[in-house]
């Protein structure tokens, strides 16, 4: 069995063979995605070089670490490519698997309607076959970076008469086309990085369906088991102090994705700040500020454990396990106890606002931010009651919760 250290000196060997800093970024990851190393878990039929999970990481380190470039940032890495790769047909994985490692299509997610959030499967937005081609009408919300998407992963409803999972499928829709409108939503901290997304006859050609028609609940599971892994990444994609083409496309490229996620770091609770914070604000001697840092650094480390101790089990191929849901609800803890932590810091002054006057502490904007920002961390990726849900039943046995709408045709379900 070939070892991590192996994998990195292959990845290294090719990489100074490969490696033209003057080359596009596209013609670079053009480069990449034949080396196999873009995603070399996956099958050398598709890019890949059949290698286990972990490799990905490796090489995408290797070659950071040598100064280049890998894959892109964003979703089509986290959750379209692979959701393709898993469940595509041979000409869907043929026509935008590879567009997509190389950056250049972007994707956003289509899934959650304005009832049809934690209740998933209860969407609405309905896809109706009309010769070669699917026409779908509805309503879909809270779509991150769908404004600036080239294609979107979209679950819709094909069969009425089916019961609730059983009448989805899942579709790869093209958002530049009249029947797609795309409205910025504004958030509370005054970014915009989701919108509502209205679909009137919007087209889809038969051959952009993932998976068969009904099969679209399974698809979209898959999508949403990357979705929880995707959570980690970081948003640079080239070391600091190299230069070339590639480099300053893959720059410019981060700066662009990365205005969307710009405050995903403040909604986690900037538990690196909280001492700098207390420091300087002459809080480190109140008995109630240190209990409260100090109980949430030791919760904080204890899931970072859990979660290197997930991810070491998915290396091995192991099935997950109930980390994803634990892992999911401790970063909501954490982002709630930041906040007040840096609440009882900042005292009244974290109220104001987040253009602070000039000279005041250089952090006490990003506090701001992180004070509206953590309610999304218990929302995004499945609510905190879900994961609760879900523990309840995986891990205590606890019955199902009780439904109205199981072995009923949806249309009969009563609403
Ligand atoms: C930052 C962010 C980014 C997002 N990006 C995307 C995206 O790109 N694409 C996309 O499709 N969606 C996206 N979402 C939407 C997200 O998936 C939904 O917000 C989430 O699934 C919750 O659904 P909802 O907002 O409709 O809330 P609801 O489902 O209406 O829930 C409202 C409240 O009721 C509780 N509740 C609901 N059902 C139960 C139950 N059975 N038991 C107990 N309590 C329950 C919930 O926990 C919550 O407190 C994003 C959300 C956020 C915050």
């Not at 490692?101 to 309905?126: M, R, Y």
């Not at 207390?278 to 109140?286: C, H, L, N, Q, V």
């Amino acid at each position: 069995m070939v070892t991590e250290a192996e994998v990195a000196s292959q990845v290294r060997e090719w990489f100074h063979g490969a490696w033209d800093p003057e080359l596009s970024l596209i013609e670079w990851r053009e480069r990449l995605v034949d080396s196999g190393w873009a995603v070399p878990s996956w099958s050398a039929r598709w890019h890949g070089r059949d290698l286990p999970a972990w490799a990905d990481r490796v090489a995408h380190q290797t070659i950071k670490d040598e100064g280049g470039v890998a894959t892109p940032l964003g979703g089509g890495m986290g959750l379209a490519a692979p959701t393709i790769y898993d469940h595509g047909s041979d000409d869907v994985k043929a026509r935008f698997l590879r567009p997509t490692l190389t950056g250049e299509l972007l994707w956003c997610q289509l899934f959650s309607e304005p009832v049809a959030g934690s209740d998933l499967a209860g969407l609405k937005t309905t896809a109706v076959l009309d010769g070669e081609e699917w026409i779908v009408n509805g309503q879909k919300v809270w779509n991150t970076s769908a404004h600036h998407a080239d294609y979107g992963i979209l679950v819709a409803r094909t069969d009425w008469d089916a019961v609730k999972h059983a009448g989805l499928s899942y579709f790869l829709v093209a958002m530049d086309q009249p029947g797609i409108e795309v409205r910025p939503i504004r958030q509370m901290n005054e970014h915009s990085s989701f919108n509502e997304v209205f679909l009137t006859d919007a087209r889809i050609p038969m051959a952009n369906m993932v998976g068969e028609p009904g099969e679209g609940w399974k698809v979209a599971r898959g999508t949403l088991a990357h979705e929880r892994r995707f959570g980690g990444r970081s948003s640079k994609t080239t070391r600091d102090d190299v230069s070339g083409r590639v480099i300053s496309e893959a720059r410019a490229e981060a700066d662009e994705h990365n205005k969307t996620y710009v405050w995903y770091p403040q909604r986690q609770g900037r538990i690196d700040l909280l001492r700098p914070r207390a420091e300087r604000m002459g809080r480190t001697d109140d008995a109630v500020v240190r209990q409260e840092m100090m109980k949430v650094t030791a919760f904080h480390r204890a899931a970072e454990l859990t979660s290197e101790r997930a991810k070491a089990a998915r290396e091995l191929g192991r099935p997950p396990g109930s980390e994803g849901s634990i892992g999911k609800l401790a970063l909501s803890e954490i982002a709630r106890a930041c906040n007040a932590t840096h609440s009882a810091i900042a005292g009244a002054q974290g109220m104001l606002s987040a253009h602070p006057e000039p000279g005041s502490d250089p952090d006490h904007a990003t506090v701001a931010e992180v004070l509206i920002s953590t309610p999304a961390q218990s929302i995004a990726g499945g609510t905190d009651e879900i994961q609760h849900n879900i523990l309840g039943e995986n891990i205590l046995g606890l019955p199902k919760e009780p439904s109205v709408d199981r072995g009923v045709p949806f249309k009969d379900v009563g609403r």
